[in-house]
């Protein structure tokens, strides 16, 4: 009978999902580490998992592990590597976060733009004379430059078309497949794009090295916004910080962060004009329970040979063949 470890705290609906599954045993464990699943890892056949690191150390410990199934659609924390060295498959969610992680985007492109913080400051601390600063920027007529055109940079596009911007978008790989035809303008070369922008988006996959850094700093627009909530590292921290206290980025919306929850010495938190979130687009109370049935979905598929081949992330590598 296959047991199943769920790792970090999951939506009712989809713990009632697993509970009722036939031929499953399941242990809860809702601290969000990998300290507290790792010691018992040994006894899993599936592992279902939030957003916590999988090292290759505790995969090695994993001796009837099966499947890991991720709680979203990243697995940047899941060492894939040790998974296909030992023939077990990770499986992801399907379009379940898009819309809602593009509507974070959204909220934080418009209250960065208009100084959010700052206003509610000056309210309920003063001065009310902030006002006549006009740091708030209208958003009509001006350059969005979306970074990564998948599903979340789509339907921020669609969104924020709303409010009458010029919109583009950077995507290397889909310049490479073809354009998606009735899509933004798309920008051909980063650095120009940079400097064409009045606000950037970022909801490009991360990379092996950060995306923005100081040298793409240096060719924006001063005052540009800036938000992310792709992963943190595509954009530098180091240089972020630099261009805020510069001037050279005026305002900036963070959901993510190179270090999380981010140490208490960040200076991100110092800056008034930088809209701060933990890691949250896409964990709205709807999303949380798609995110729960889908991954606790993708378990119970999966024992029964019906798993979706289009969400193994290592389906090639390891050789899997369910539901070819």
């Not at 979340?152 to 073809?178: C, K, V, W």
């Not at 909801?203 to 060719?219: G, H, M, N, Q, R």
């Not at 889908?294 to 289009?310: C, K, L, M």
Request: overall charge negative; hydrophobic content about 45%.
């Amino acid at each position: 009978m296959p047991h199943v470890i769920v790792a970090g705290k999951l939506h009712p609906a989809g713990r009632a999902l697993l509970d009722a599954a036939p031929g499953l045993t399941v242990r809860y464990i809702e601290e969000v580490s990998e300290e507290s699943y790792a010691p018992h890892i040994h006894e899993a056949d599936a592992l279902l998992i939030r957003t916590q690191p999988m090292s290759a150390a505790t995969v090695s410990k994993a001796e009837n592990l099966k499947i890991v199934s991720r709680h979203g659609v990243g697995y940047d924390a899941v060492d894939v590597g040790a998974l296909n060295e030992r023939g077990i498959a990770l499986v992801v969610c399907g379009d379940v976060n898009s819309y809602s992680v593009a509507e974070h985007a959204c909220m934080m492109i418009l209250a960065a733009s208009k100084r959010a913080l700052r206003g509610d400051a000056s309210v309920r601390t003063g001065p009310w004379g902030w006002r006549n600063s006009l740091e708030s920027q209208d958003l009509r007529g001006r350059n969005l430059l979306i970074l990564g055109y998948g599903r979340i940079g789509r339907h921020t596009a669609e969104m924020m078309s709303g409010f009458s911007m010029n919109i583009r978008a950077f995507d290397p790989y889909l310049l490479g497949q073809g354009w998606p035809e009735g899509a933004v303008a798309p920008a051909e070369d980063l650095i120009e794009a940079l400097r064409w922008a009045d606000v950037i988006s970022v909801s490009a996959p991360k990379a092996e090295k950060p995306l923005i850094d100081t040298k793409e700093f240096a060719v924006m627009k001063d005052g540009v916004v800036i938000v992310n909530t792709a992963r943190g590292g595509i954009v530098d921290e180091s240089a972020l910080i630099a261009a805020l206290a510069s001037g050279k980025v005026g305002a900036a919306g963070l959901d993510v962060f190179e270090q999380e929850p981010p140490a208490d010495e960040n200076p991100l938190r110092t800056f008034d004009q930088v809209i701060l979130s933990p890691h949250i687009a896409g964990v709205t109370e709807g999303a949380s329970e798609r995110m729960a049935l889908s991954s606790a979905q993708n378990i119970i598929d999966f024992f029964g040979e019906r798993v979706d081949p289009s969400l193994i992330v290592n389906r090639r590598e390891i050789g899997l063949t369910l539901g070819a």
